[in-house]
């Protein structure tokens, strides 16, 4: 990719996460944002309130940066899942990560686990989705994508049935509105603990995936063509499998259920930058992180009330994709 | 490569057994055969995509059961019959992945890998699509710019399954020239054919086989005529022969009764 | 002709009669409940179904707790009103958390009448219900105001003896009322603390305006801080930031742990509540006190003497609690389950 380009990729979501830190429903002046940011830095004598270091550093910095991290994961994992399931139509929920996580969450709000609770809870039982997912699709040393789509559909449907059971016994006056308003999504709950508990494993998941990138080229021809070129192709998906699952539990397990992102951005940044993933998969990170950034701006200061995070995505997403239907007429060019 | 007494079967069914044959580097060995009588089984084996149920292949003295995916890849290279792209890579792109058994764990091609796959495209007058998506080239095109991949790929073998099928007249005579392009290139080559009139176009030998699970190599001249096409085929065709001046040798072909 | 006349006289004033307004068979009265429904019950209601939460707790309060034959697990779980009243873990939980019944546990439960909060709209299972005569009453549910009206019609559906004690409540209830309003009715803005009451831990909502927890914290001398809408509106940490209220009641379970979390959180605090350890804990009796329930009698008092402690100077809560608990509860409490219900903790 050209220099111009990786210069953009690098210094949009920056940008991004500047503007975010200055808007929000508590008024602090742009001025002041700055300089707070910079306090830790440079010798600034404070003339701000504690209320508003506490806002910026303390409220919006974390969730500003949990939101680029979550966007950028979950875009990165819906590129790669589309590659290698060769299917663009591909989001990062196939494999039941999402339904597991949900229930996960479900359960420990039904238990009144605490904020970290429900964080590992859920994070926890996306894994083991994802683990009886691959299991069950496994045939013979090797695991078909026809087998880990089927496998994941029976999955998802399995745990998307215990968490309307939680949903059924839970208090209808505290636990079940706390269970709905997480399944929708929201990145309410940032604080600089949940942001050290979620960035590691996205982290490493991402790498995992930015040092297959060539292969996953090679793997989006097929099974048989990527191994007739060198590639054992099922430890490949396993890698693959394994790093997008950390992401994707991760980013539910703080997030909720936020949906789109994984289809729409790797779509939207494949027109852009082609389908090399090399170049897509970076690229998708940074177009996933600004996007969510964005979005997440809107959902925390458009009214008092908070707006879902995964109602805004799909609002936002669905009409979006359609319109790059349209323009594709199906086609990736 | 070396192929001694290769045999397959799927579960009770018994594809072809006692296969014994070599070919050496620069040589086409053409298989014929009827649709089900296993020549993609064959070269599914000889590729080491499938497990061969007894016997053995060497490549240049090496057990090919031995070797992993990565060793295999640089020795053995195949093309399949059907061939899916759900992505528009250019063709440049397409080519290089050809390099990738030599590429490390997690590595992505060097700019030599690059210039090693563009060169080729050169080399085989292809250098025109090169930035060009492979999505957009026609059929013919496609498979040229397979072969080249192939080619990239440096390996001792190549294996083409049927590689004609499903292309134009014009565009078959390109892929069969380009075949024997690589031949001349000292690789050797294992082609699956529909069509018996191809074995006559290569230097090499033929591989027969027939209905009733035998199989005959040898010269095409020499095995290719009624009574084994008709052995092959289930129907009555006739070899015929068209002298032509010297030095071009003599022209043969295939054509039903 | 002259012999068909008083005949027909008879006839045209049978006629006349079954035309008129129906009037109550036999054995049978007549109640109207909040949607404006004029409901026919049995004279003496003996068999009562209560898919509404809160309402058990009324029932029992007014003395006819003997009578619940269907109730909700939602009910049955609270550890006060099992304490208060054992009997209630084997009368068979025919509803659901949502409301929703297994119809034939329901029926099968014959009861003579159902009591239900109302919303808006008729449940979907009504009809179901109706098809087997059992009547439906319902009951207002988000207001103070309309929570007198509950006590009185679940009064009335019970029976007399009940109505009396629901009059009494009612009373009660508004005489606290008003003796708080006495007080905090000439309060202006400036004085008013602003007051911010979460519903759910989780994720973060919070009870807004058009609530009845809103009508407590008016009526106690506060000012609501969620500027929003309704019951369990999920917010920012952010949006709590800029309204900065002055005082946090935390009304989700478990109470002590999300207060704790509150004032163990950084990001909290800068916050005026938590700065001043103006950080409490909503009180859970035979049902949670801030949500609709019998013992809102006492949340306004409760809330009052929090809010403005040097207005109440006699205000005793234990001392209302006590006689509150006694008298409609029959029971008296000791120092430690009077600790518990103000703690929400659950009674040892």
């Known amino acids: 990719m050209r220099r111009a380009a990786w210069f953009a990729m690098i210094l949009v ?14 008024y602090v002046p742009a001025g002041t944002v700055a300089r707070i940011l910079a306090s830790p830095f440079l010798p600034i004598s404070p003339n701000w309130s504690a209320s508003m270091e506490t806002i910026v550093l303390q409220i919006r910095l974390p969730r500003a940066v949990m939101a680029m991290f979550v966007g950028a994961g979950l875009s990165i994992s819906g590129a790669a899942y589309q590659g290698m399931f060769r299917n663009p139509l591909v989001s990062p929920d196939i494999l039941g990560v999402t339904a597991a996580s949900g229930f996960g969450a479900a359960l420990a709000l039904l238990c009144s686990g605490g904020a970290v609770g429900v964080e590992l809870t859920a994070f926890l039982f996306g894994i083991l989705g994802v683990g009886l997912t691959y299991l069950l699709a496994r045939t013979y040393r090797s695991t078909p994508v026809l087998m880990l789509v089927l496998s994941g559909v029976v999955v998802a449907a399995f745990f998307s049935a215990l968490l309307s059971g939680t949903k059924y016994v839970a208090d209808p006056d505290s636990k079940l509105p706390a269970i709905t308003y997480w399944l929708l999504g929201s990145l309410n709950g940032t604080s600089a603990q949940s942001l050290g508990m979620a960035l590691p494993p996205i982290v490493l998941g991402a790498v995992g995936l930015m040092m297959v990138r060539w292969r996953l080229n090679v793997l989006s021809m097929g099974d048989e063509e990527a191994g007739s070129l060198g590639i054992r192709t099922d430890r490949l998906k396993a890698v693959i499998i394994a790093s997008t699952t950390l ?44 996007y969510l950034l964005l979005i997440d701006d809107v959902a925390r200061t458009a009214s008092a009330s908070e707006i879902p995070l995964g109602i805004l ?21 | 490569m070396e192929v001694r007494r290769a045999a397959f079967k799927y579960a009770a069914h018994m594809i072809f057994e006692a296969l014994d044959f070599d070919v050496s ?30 016997g053995s292949v060497r490549i240049s003295g090496e057990e ?70 492979y999505t957009e080239l026609s059929g013919g095109e496609r498979q040229l710019v397979l072969l080249c991949r192939t080619f990239v790929q440096q390996p001792a073998v190549i294996l083409l399954d049927e590689p004609t ?49 035998s199989a005959v190599i040898g010269a095409p001249s020499e095995i290719i005529n009624r009574a084994s096409l008709t052995a092959t085929y289930g129907i009555d065709v006739g070899v015929f022969s068209i002298d032509r001046p010297p030095p071009a040798k003599k022209l043969s072909f295939c054509s039903p009764w | 002709m002259r012999i068909a006349a008083p005949w027909l006289a008879a006839a045209a004033a049978l006629l006349a009669s079954s035309v008129a307004q ?224 002055d005082v946090i009641i935390i009304g989700t379970a478990p109470n002590q742990q999300s207060r704790q979390a509150i004032l163990d959180d950084p990001r909290w605090r800068e916050i005026k509540a938590v700065k001043t350890g103006k950080v409490f804990v909503n009180p859970t009796g035979a049902y949670l006190w801030d949500r609709h329930s019998a013992e809102a009698a006492l949340q306004v008092l409760w809330a009052a003497k929090l809010l403005h402690p040097e207005l109440f100077p006699d205000l005793d809560i234990k001392r209302e609690t006590l006689d509150f608990y006694a008298k409609y509860f029959h029971h008296a409490l000791t120092d430690d389950e009077y600790a518990s219900i103000i703690d929400a903790t659950a009674p040892r």
């Open chain 1, 13 to 26: 979501p920056l940008a991004a996460l500047y503007v975010s830190l200055l808007v929000g429903r508590f």
């Open chain 1, 247 to 290: 992401i994707t539990a991760a980013a539910v397990s703080v997030c909720g259920i936020v949906g789109w992102v994984g289809l729409v951005i790797p779509h939207l940044t494949r027109m852009w930058v082609g389908p090399d993933h090399r170049a897509l998969l970076p690229a998708a990170c940074s177009i996933g992180a600004t």
């Open chain 2, 25 to 54: 580097a620069g040589e086409v060995l053409t298989v014929l055969g009827a649709n089900g009588c296993g020549k993609s089984t064959l070269l599914r084996c000889l590729a080491g995509t499938l497990r061969l149920s007894a």
């Open chain 3, 22 to 245: 129906p009037s109550a068979a036999q054995g049978t009265r007549q109640v109207t409940d909040a949607a404006g429904r004029v409901v026919t019950l049995p004279l003496h209601v003996n068999r009562i179904a209560d898919p509404w939460h809160a309402n058990n707790a009324m029932v029992l309060m007014l003395g006819g707790a003997d009578k619940i034959v269907a109730t909700t697990a939602q009910a049955q779980r609270q550890p006060w009103l099992r304490r208060l009243y054992p009997r209630i873990d084997q009368v068979p939980a025919a509803f659901n958390a949502a409301g929703e019944p297994n119809i034939e546990t329901l029926i099968g439960a014959r009861p003579d009448v159902i009591l239900m909060a109302y919303d808006g709209t008729l449940p979907k299972w009504s009809a179901a219900v109706e098809a087997y005569h059992v009547p439906i009453v319902l009951m207002p549910n988000s207001s103070l105001e309309g929570l007198e009206t509950t006590a009185r019609i679940t009064g009335q559906v019970l029976g007399e003896r009940e109505a009396k004690v629901a009059e009494d409540y009612v009373r009660y209830l508004d005489g606290n009322i008003r003796r708080v309003r006495s007080v905090t009715g000439r309060l202006p803005a400036n004085e008013r603390p602003t007051v911010l009451h979460t519903a759910s831990a989780g994720v973060l909502t919070v009870d807004g305006r058009d609530s009845v927890i809103d009508d407590w914290i008016t009526i106690a001398g506060g000012r609501n801080a969620a500027d929003v809408v309704g019951l369990g509106r999920p917010v920012s940490l952010e949006q709590i930031a800029a309204w900065d209220p």
């Open chain 2, 64 to 133: 090919l059961a031995g070797l992993d995916s990565t060793a295999r890849a640089r020795k053995v290279a195949i093309l399949f019959q059907e061939h899916q792209v759900t992505f528009p890579f250019s063709a440049l792109d397409i080519v290089t992945m050809g390099r990738t058994p030599y590429l490390s764990a997690f590595g992505s091609p060097s700019a030599q890998d690059r210039e090693a796959a563009a060169h080729a495209l050169e080399e085989f007058g292809l250098l025109h699509v090169k930035d060009r998506a």
């Open chain 2, 165 to 213: 099928a499903h292309l134009d007249f014009r565009n078959q005579v390109r892929c069969l020239d380009m075949i024997g392009m690589l031949a001349a290139r000292g690789v050797a080559i294992v082609l699956t054919s529909h069509d018996p009139n191809h074995a006559f176009l290569f230097p090499g030998r033929a591989l027969l086989m027939q209905l009733d699970r």
């Open chain 1, 313 to 333: 995505t799909a609002v936002v997403g669905a009409p979006f994709f359609a319109y790059l239907l349209r323009k594709t007429q199906g086609a990736w060019q």
